[in-house]
């Protein structure tokens, strides 16, 4: 794991090759809307694109099929062919995720554009059997929430965003290892017995939505996230009455400047209502010179405070047995 943290940013360099392209050119001219469809890591950098740009029309599917309103034959594409105006994008780093592959089956079912990110698996079979577009991540043995790099490439290739995916190989040399190790070793050492709550603003919850992520899975700790303003409606209100367990939860503040100023008003509010009900609060700024440096320099601080926590507790922070141990029990 550790070795995977120090090596991220080398994944930007990667240059991805789309297969099957001839298809590609017809969908773009067509489509509007993306949907991938993924679980866990395989989803992460999908969610982690609608920051860098609120009008990009990209949605994240976590399930099985496919939502009801994604119909195909709404318009014909300059080649003569219906095809839909959404182009599905099945992404699994294993290829073998169960949820994924049913989505692939049931956008080929309903006729829709499809395309496959994946280092292998079933779904990598069955893109290259129906000669379907597809990528093929670079099978190095680490984990899908390690690999948002590779799965960010990818996605920005099939997309047709050239100039962003150019832009983002400066991550290679921009982001610091060194600085988010130091920040994330000083994090985890006052997350030691805690359980993270970590709290943002709406548009910045896929970077907050990782952080639980890393800490779930690398950690092997509980953690939770939730955004402004919803929270102050109804979350903050359960701190507010005789529950006595504040001392186990340690919230984790992921201040924005970009954010709208009366959200970063709120945060400011919130924290003096926590703090005066003797609850932890714990900011961490998003710093860097674009919004995907951000991004990036700000989950690489989660990473190494997850891996530092694992280390405290004792646990493998590379491995998720428990998600295999489910797996095997729903066969």
């Known amino acids: 794991m550790e070795e995977a943290i120090i090596n991220f940013p080398k994944q930007f360099l990667?240059?991805?090759?789309?297969k099957n392209p001839q298809q590609l050119g017809v969908i773009r001219s067509a489509v509007s809307k993306f949907v991938v469809c993924g679980m866990g890591g395989s989803a992460l950098?999908?969610?982690?694109?609608?920051?860098?740009?609120?009008?990009?029309?990209?949605?994240?599917?976590?399930?099985?099929?496919?939502?009801?309103?994604?119909?195909?034959?709404?318009q014909a594409s300059p080649a003569g062919k219906k095809i839909g105006d959404t182009m599905i994008i099945a992404s699994s780093y294993s290829g073998n995720?169960?949820?994924?592959i049913d989505a692939f089956l049931e956008a080929k079912k309903r006729g829709l554009p499809v395309a496959v990110i994946s280092t292998g698996g079933k779904l990598l079979e069955l893109a290259i059997e129906q000669q379907l577009p597809y990528i093929q991540l670079p099978s190095t043995g680490i984990q899908p929430r390690t690999a948002t790099g590779y799965s960010m490439k990818a996605l920005l290739k099939l997309m047709g965003e050239g100039e962003k995916s150019a832009e983002i190989e400066m991550l290679a040399e921009n982001l610091s290892v060194k600085l988010a190790g130091q920040k994330g070793e000083a994090l985890s050492?006052?997350?030691?017995?805690?359980?993270?709550?970590?709290?943002?603003?709406?548009?910045?919850?896929p970077i907050a939505y990782n952080w639980k992520i890393k800490f779930n899975e690398t950690g092997k700790i509980p953690a939770f996230t939730n955004r402004f303003p919803e929270l102050n409606h109804n979350e903050m209100t359960g701190f507010d009455g005789k529950w006595k367990g504040g001392d186990i939860l340690s919230f984790v503040f992921l201040e924005?400047?970009?954010?709208?100023?009366?959200?970063?008003k709120r945060m400011e509010a919130t924290k003096k209502m926590y703090e005066d009900r003797k609850l932890e609060?714990?900011?961490?700024k998003l710093e860097g010179e674009?919004?995907?440096?951000?991004?990036?320099?700000?989950?690489?601080?989660?990473?190494w405070a997850a891996l530092y926590l694992a280390k405290f507790y004792e646990v493998d922070p590379e491995?998720?047995?428990?998600?295999?141990?489910?797996?095997?029990?729903?066969?």
């Open 14 to 18: 990667w240059k991805p090759e789309i």
């Open 45 to 74: 950098a999908a969610d982690l694109l609608r920051i860098t740009n609120p009008d990009t029309e990209i949605g994240v599917w976590r399930d099985y099929g496919l939502p009801r309103e994604i119909l195909p034959d709404r």
């Open 319 to 331: 491995n998720v047995p428990m998600v295999e141990e489910f797996k095997n029990l729903i066969k």
């Open 97 to 100: 995720t169960e949820e994924t």
């Open 256 to 264: 924005d400047e970009f954010d709208d100023p009366r959200i970063l």
């Open 189 to 205: 050492r006052r997350l030691r017995g805690k359980v993270p709550v970590i709290y943002s603003s709406s548009r910045n919850l």
């Open 290 to 303: 674009d919004v995907f440096h951000r991004i990036f320099q700000t989950l690489l601080i989660a990473d």
């Open 281 to 284: 609060v714990i900011t961490v």
